[in-house]
């Protein structure tokens, strides 16, 4: 197969990009809009965290096998087919009449994302050369995250406000049609691989995973002897306990061992799963502190987060910059420093916090922290992998971004359910329990870059004081 050329690569990172972008909008344009949906379709303020979690749970259970599906069917031919089930099941959720109806949706939603997500990164992988190249490409991606909480952000308070939370759904529907026309005239097919699908791996880390951030989630509520949370918690472990045995004894696993191998790729996941556990515990409670206690329109808390999207944008953009100057590693151990400071800066919020200082201007560490983190984590989780494995690795960095998310949103919850007293005034007990969960995704943070520097940057280090010396 002949290199791709400059020209030829501009649509492909186009479609990569907007794609991307599409994926990223569906999780943030519900963030603003979650206090109506809770009022519109009547959702407890425990079940309302599924709204996320429904999708991104079969988003990151299904990836690794939607990954092994690129390689094995063609990237190309699995982009169409899950960029065809997002675009369809956005609809659904747009249309959804009960709470069932949506998270039902959302979840069938995950699994489409889950399809197109490995082959837009696996694309970048294959079509760029590693490199400078490379860099600037998933320096773009990375940046995409930051452009689509933006716009997700502002325009989900803008449709919740003036017309309606399910316009954020339907727009994907023009986006969807015209990438895949675009698909389908400038991407060209991948090599298909003969092989096999790990089925049985898929389900137990899917099912497992679901299971453990239910019963986690449960125990906000129910308490943790509840059997209802017992059962899915015991059930979690032996599932996920059978998924590692599968993948170490399965001829063509979802999520080949091997990847671990690499301390530097294995310090990424780890410390993407934490970081992101963190990050979206800080949407989440912060449209609620920004609507429930400083009283803003669904569209003022998406203004109000733009502090912390341009400086992620930013800092995104920057990034093949600052990587040159000062490494991959260095660059994200600053970024995750800046977003812990950030973070614990928030956690001190109260009832009587005025926005420009206790919530504006930690919000911009925090989003430079974000700018700085997601692409060099990218990067480092996707660091020599071989040709054959570019789409199962590309896969298992969008497998810790979405489950850690999903985890960590769920350990916040039961956070915030169970910190203060309800003896409290209603809106001392909101700003406390919002505080407390804060508190809690600030060591999240801090064993992120106790794993990064220990992992990746003091090796590093170490292996120049070696070079030089020899």
Do not use: C
């Not at 949906?37 to 425990?46: D, N, P, V």
């Not at 490379?134 to 308070?157: E, K, Q, W």
Request: glycine share 12%; no cysteine; charged share 10%.
């Amino acid at each position: 197969m002949s290199t791709p050329t400059h020209a030829s690569k501009l649509p492909v990172l186009a479609i990569v990009l907007v794609s991307y972008l599409m994926i990223v909008l569906d999780i943030s344009i519900v963030i603003t809009a979650l206090p109506k949906i809770r009022e519109g379709l009547h959702f407890s303020t425990t079940a309302l965290s599924w709204v996320q979690n429904a999708y991104t749970l079969t988003f990151g259970g299904l990836l690794l096998l939607g990954a092994r599906a690129g390689d094995i069917l063609g990237r190309r031919r699995m982009f169409m087919a899950g960029l065809a089930l997002f675009t369809v099941t956005s609809l659904a959720i747009g249309l959804a009449q009960s709470p069932a109806w949506l998270l039902a949706a959302r979840a069938i939603q995950g699994m489409g994302a889950a399809i197109l997500a490995p082959s837009t990164l696996a694309l970048l992988s294959t079509n760029f050369r590693e490199g400078e190249e490379r860099t600037r490409a998933v320096g773009y991606y990375g940046a995409v995250a930051g452009i689509g909480a933006s716009i997700g952000l502002v325009l989900g308070g803008v449709f919740a406000d003036w017309l309606s939370w399910r316009v954020g759904f339907f727009i994907n529907l023009p986006i969807g049609i015209a990438l895949m026309l675009g698909a389908k005239r400038y991407l060209i097919e991948t090599e298909r691989r003969s092989g096999q699908f790990d089925v049985a791996g898929a389900l137990s880390s899917t099912i497992g995973m679901f299971a453990l951030v239910y019963g986690v989630v449960r125990s906000a509520s129910a308490g943790w002897s509840d059997p209802l949370t017992v059962v899915p918690l015991v059930s979690a472990i032996v599932l996920l306990g059978f998924f590692v045995f599968n993948e170490w004894r399965a001829p063509q696993p979802i999520m080949p061992l091997r990847l671990f191998a690499s301390r530097e790729r294995a310090a990424a996941y780890a410390a993407r799963l934490l970081f992101l556990g963190a990050m979206v515990g800080f949407w989440f409670f912060t449209t609620q502190y920004l609507q429930g206690l400083l009283g803003f329109s669904p569209f003022q808390a998406g203004v109000a987060f733009l502090p912390t999207t341009l400086a992620n944008f930013a800092t995104a953009m920057a990034v093949p910059r600052l990587t040159r100057r000062f490494g991959n590693g260095r660059l994200l151990a600053g970024g995750l420093t800046l977003a812990l400071i950030g973070l614990a800066w928030l956690s001190g919020v109260s009832a009587s916090t005025r926005y420009l200082t206790g919530v504006a201007l930690p919000m911009i560490l925090i989003g430079i922290g974000q700018g700085g983190s997601l692409s060099p984590l990218t990067v480092a989780g996707i660091a020599g992998v071989a040709a054959e494995d570019a789409g199962a690795a590309s896969g298992l960095v969008n497998v810790a971004h979405q489950i850690g998310g999903s985890l960590g949103l769920g350990i916040l919850v039961v956070v915030f359910a169970s910190a203060g007293s309800s003896m409290l005034d209603a809106q001392v007990l909101l700003a406390h329990r919002i505080g407390a969960s804060f508190t809690v995704g600030t060591a999240m943070l801090a064993v992120a870059l106790v794993v990064v520097y220990t992992q990746i940057v003091r090796p590093r280090q170490v292996r120049g004081v070696l070079v030089k010396a020899g």
